[in-house]
């Protein structure tokens, strides 16, 4: 088992910043990919970046391309989403996932392996 707790959310001002944290722990490996979700109200979970543990290799939805940076810091098993120019249709629930599988912008919110709980963002225009 491998829980996820995400950290960071909150309110911001459009083009601001926010940094989202997702720490990891129990059955940690480094072969897991980790990546990040977001759901806004009354749409589908999406796909917003991913990372593998190994190497850095790193995909990002085009939507958020050149403004979101995913990142990890192995030794303490957390993944960071740094959010810059934000806009208000950025706002949702961010949710931090981990697959042992590689994520890609083509993997399906229902693959992941786990979730955390999530970590609201809003953006006021």
């Known amino acids: 088992q491998v829980q996820l707790v995400e950290s960071g959310g909150g309110l911001v001002q459009a083009g601001g910043s926010l940094r989202l944290s997702c720490a990891a722990s129990?059955?940690?490996?480094?072969?897991?990919?980790m990546g990040w979700f977001r759901q806004a109200p009354g749409k589908e979970r999406e796909f917003v970046a991913a990372?593998?543990?190994?190497?850095?290799?790193?995909y990002y939805a085009d939507s958020v391309k050149g403004r979101f940076t995913i990142s990890r810091d192995n030794a303490r098993n957390t993944v960071y989403l740094q959010m810059n120019s934000l806009k208000p249709e950025d706002t949702a629930v961010y949710y931090c996932a981990a697959r042992i599988r590689r994520i890609t912008i083509a993997t399906p919110a229902g693959d992941m392996d786990y979730w955390g709980k999530g970590a609201l963002v809003t953006v006021s225009s």
């Open positions: 990372i593998s543990w190994i190497g850095g290799s790193s």
């Open positions: 129990g059955r940690t490996s480094s072969n897991y990919y």
